[in-house]
T-cell receptor, first 115, second 113 residues
């Protein structure tokens, strides 16, 4: 694998509780992304980071925040989880040049269930 | 707003059949188009297409891009049960702070023995 670790891999929580998902990379890549995947919607971008402390919103960012205090870690936080945030969350990384084999590489995913 | 439409959404074939998966897109600042294969886990990279008309091949899989008509196709010949997966199309666009991938919903391919 490309050196991406997501944790936890599975989590069940209750509505209104905070949840943090962690993405850790060992590739020293500049760009990191959080996607969610839901039936009928495919993969949708939540937030991304283009460097330490540099983040931006994706198309479905409401209800989510992110932080990147060091190159290797990108955290996704649900401040108050809702049932609509039940999903599979994928972290992805790239060095950013998108040439040759340097493309977006995904972590194994984190399955979150909000009851 | 960027738009990516894949068709068909679902396809069931028998081993040995040939399949064609379609992807049409409308993306601002288009750079290239990527295809991914997703089994019961994370998507894995198949192809990146940047130029029109140049067919990319990898074994039984091939893909072509038409930048004028804004579509791409993915062909799989002599399908095998191991080809069963969701195939995702993702146009890549250039942005000020990097690049952006927009994914289609995917085509669920099932290959029966």
């Amino acid at each position: 694998d490309a050196g991406i670790t997501q944790s936890p891999r599975h989590k069940v929580t209750e509505t209104g509780t905070p949840v943090t998902l962690r993405c850790h990379q060992t590739e020293n890549h500049r760009y990191m992304y959080w996607y969610r995947q839901d039936p009928g919607h495919g993969l949708r971008l939540i937030h991304y980071s283009y460097g330490v402390k540099d983040t931006d919103k994706g198309e479905v960012s409401d209800g989510y925040s992110v932080s990147r205090s060091k190159t290797e870690d990108f955290l996704l936080t649900l401040e108050s989880a809702t049932s609509s945030q039940t999903s599979v969350y994928f972290c992805a990384i790239t060095a950013g040049t998108y040439s040759g084999a340097n493309v977006l590489t995904f972590g194994a995913g984190s399955r979150l269930t909000v009851l | 707003e960027d738009k990516v439409v894949q068709s068909p959404l679902s396809l069931v074939v028998h081993e040995g059949d040939t399949v064609t998966l379609n992807c049409s897109y409308e993306v601002t600042n288009f750079r290239s188009l990527l295809w991914y294969k997703q089994e019961k886990k994370a998507p894995t990279f198949l192809f990146m297409l940047t130029s029109s008309g140049i067919e990319k091949k990898s074994g039984r899989l091939s893909s072509i891009l038409d930048k004028k008509e804004l579509f791409s196709i993915l062909n799989i010949t002599a399908t095998q049960t191991g080809d069963s997966a969701v195939y995702l199309c993702a146009p890549l666009a250039r942005e000020t702070s990097g690049s952006r991938l927009t994914f289609g919903e995917g085509t669920q391919l099932t290959v029966n023995p």
